[in-house]
Each structure stands twice: as C-alpha cells, then as structure tokens.
C-alpha cells in the first residue's frame, strides 16, 4: 500500500463523496477509485460498501481505520517536517584524535546553533579505522591528518597543522635527529596519523629511535613528559598550552619539517544531502 492510497482511503472515511474527495486532492473520480481498490486488493478485504456514488465504511473499513489513524497521523507529521526543513536529519562523523579533540567540537557546536534540527553523532578513531568505516559505509563523513589515495573516497583539502617535538627539558640550541635516537620515545599507537607521518618523514631514521611506550591519546604522553629523556612527536595543537606556559619544551631539529593536511573524506557513492553540502561548505568555511 502507499502513502497516497491511505490517504484517499482517510478521506474518504470522512466524507463518503467520492467526487468531493477527488477535487480536494485534485484527482478524478476514477482516480480515487482505482487508488481504493488498490489498496483493498493489497489487503485481501473490501473497505467500503459501495452505495450510488458514495463510498461508506464497512465493519472491516472502520477496523482498518481504528488501527492505523495514528500511525498515519505520525507519517503526516514525519512528511510535513521534512518538506517545512530540508535541513534535518543524523549525520554521523568520525575524526582522528588530533582534529576530534582540538578542531571539530568548536565547529560542530557553532553549526548545531544554526540548525536546531541536525543531530551530529561524533566519535574519534585513528586514521586507518576511520578509512575503513568510510569504505564500509559506516559513517557519513570522516576527518583525518593520514596521506592516503583510494579510487572510491573523496578527499578535500580543510587545513593544516605542524608536528612537533616536544620535551619536558628544555633544549638550548638546534640538534640533529640522530641525537635524539636513544632517548625514550612516546609515540601514538599503530594506525595513528601522527605517528605515520613522523615516521615517514624520518625514512631510515625512523627504524632506529626507541620506541619505549605507544598510547591511544595524548594526555598520557603529555604527563611523561615529565621524566627524563622522554620525548614525543606530536599535533601543535595538542600541546599549545602547555609550550606556551613553558610545562614543556619544543625540540628544534635541524634539517626537518614535519608539516600536514587535515582532510574531510567521505565515499564517492555517498549521496549528498543538503545537510550533508551544507555541513560540508561550514567546515571548509572556517579555513582550520
């Protein structure tokens, strides 16, 4: 049965002229009529008992009607806000550590001021799991810092950040990386972004440094920081604060730059909504 059928079959519990409730739905007679027997024939019952011209509820119709009134009342009011508020619905969106914490939550909560109808169902995952939920289909939108290609995900280009590396001692003068290859690394966990960058961009350096602890988040690292020759590579933005009031120290090195792009990706198949364009061009908006 459809939508259009139960609401003929409605008004026509109301008003039995079957040539009434045509010119207020703007069909013809036969119309209206055809649409009723349609729907008898999917249920395998006579509704209405047909007198003259008219159309009246039989035992069997006003059954039907007593058991889905509300149900059809609830459909109304769901179709009635969808076409009032084409910016509605669920997105959901999953970020790496890096931008999860530090660059999405402000922007989310700015858009979800504006949209009082959107609902934003956000997670952090490192960069690869976020990849693969993109592929499965999992989520609508992910954001991630990993160089990365796929013939069936989109990538665009919404910022940039610096990788740093950051000591609880303070070092007085530029050193070479070498120097720094028996002190106690504390590194993100296999699958980070962060981790797969800095790695990277050290090539054969990367498989000689010491990689005494790996973690999932920042907080950890940022507190063992504190003891003595333990170092890290992270987001600038995850340690801001804490370089800015001297708790901890950027680690100058010469000859290297660890710079990256922060990427909204989502499936090439997605189909975009207006929530989905319109969430989208807000986050490129803010130039992050």
Not at 68 to 83: I, V
Not at 244 to 271: M, T, W
Request: net charge positive; hydrophobic share 40%.
């Amino acid at each position: 049965m459809t939508f259009r059928e139960l609401e003929i079959f409605f008004s026509l519990s109301e008003n039995s002229s079957v040539s009434s409730v045509a010119k207020e739905k703007g069909l013809s007679q036969s119309a209206v009529s055809l649409s009723i027997k349609s729907l008898e024939n999917d249920l395998g019952e006579r509704l209405f008992n047909r007198i003259g011209k008219k159309l009246i509820l039989n035992e069997r119709g006003r059954l039907f009607r007593q058991k889905t009134f509300k149900s059809f009342l609830e459909l109304k009011d769901a179709q009635n806000l969808f076409s009032k508020n084409k910016l509605s619905g669920v997105l959901r969106i999953l970020a790496s550590k890096t931008i999860g914490t530090f660059v999405i939550p402000e922007i989310v909560y700015k858009f979800l001021e504006n949209y009082k109808e959107v609902n934003i169902i956000k997670e952090t995952k490192n960069s690869a799991e976020i990849i693969k939920s993109v592929l499965n289909g999992e989520i609508d939108i992910g954001f991630i810092e990993t160089e990365f290609e796929n013939e069936n995900i989109i990538k665009e280009k919404i910022g940039e950040d610096e990788l740093v590396i950051v000591s609880g001692e303070e070092y007085k003068k530029e050193v070479f990386i070498d120097e720094l290859k028996n002190k106690k690394w504390l590194l993100r966990e296999k699958g980070s972004g962060t981790r797969e960058m800095f790695l990277n961009s050290l090539g054969e350096y990367g498989k000689n440094i010491n990689i005494f602890m790996e973690f999932s988040g920042f907080i950890e690292i940022k507190n063992l920081l504190k003891h003595k020759d333990t170092i890290t590579c992270i987001s600038k933005y995850a340690v801001k604060n804490e370089l800015s009031k001297k708790e901890l120290f950027e680690v100058k090195v010469k000859n290297f730059e660890f710079k990256r792009n922060f990427y909204l990706i989502y499936h090439k198949n997605r189909f975009k909504t207006l929530l989905f364009n319109k969430f989208c061009e807000f986050i490129k908006d803010k130039n992050v």
